[in-house]
């Protein structure tokens, strides 16, 4: 299983960004997919999650209305469109798969920052 995350950058207050994550070693269409995000000396926080049916989504409190996350399972690719950023979105992202095991990816620097 491989997870490869990219997009980040350094964005101003207020601006947007697209993150990727492209997955490989499992079916992807049939797992559900998820990012999370982590800042130093704080813990993994769950971001947002996209089912593998319906592709129904789940979001934190903290990015619910401005974040939004999508599948393309032609290209085996989930993604986080992330608008009306703050300084304190600024992180590195993750995606995380679960089949049995967990795997992450090598996460993505998000700054948002004037």
């Known amino acids: 299983v491989q997870l490869v995350e990219s997009g980040g950058g350094l964005v101003q207050p207020g601006g947007s960004l697209r993150l990727s994550c492209a997955a490989s070693?499992?079916?992807?269409?049939?797992?559900?997919m998820n990012w999370y995000r982590q800042t130093p000396g704080k813990e993994r926080e769950w971001v947002a999650t996209?089912?593998?049916?319906?592709?129904?989504?789940n979001y934190a409190d903290s990015v619910k209305g401005r974040f939004t996350i999508s599948r393309d399972n032609a290209k085996n690719t989930v993604y986080l469109q992330m608008n009306s950023l703050k300084p304190e979105d600024t992180a590195v992202y993750y995606c995380?798969?679960?089949?049995?095991?967990?795997?992450w990816g090598q996460g993505t620097q998000v700054t948002v920052s004037s």
């Open positions: 070693g499992f079916t992807f269409s049939v797992r559900a």
């Open positions: 996209i089912t593998s049916g319906d592709a129904s989504s």
């Open positions: 995380k798969v679960s089949v049995g095991v967990t795997y």
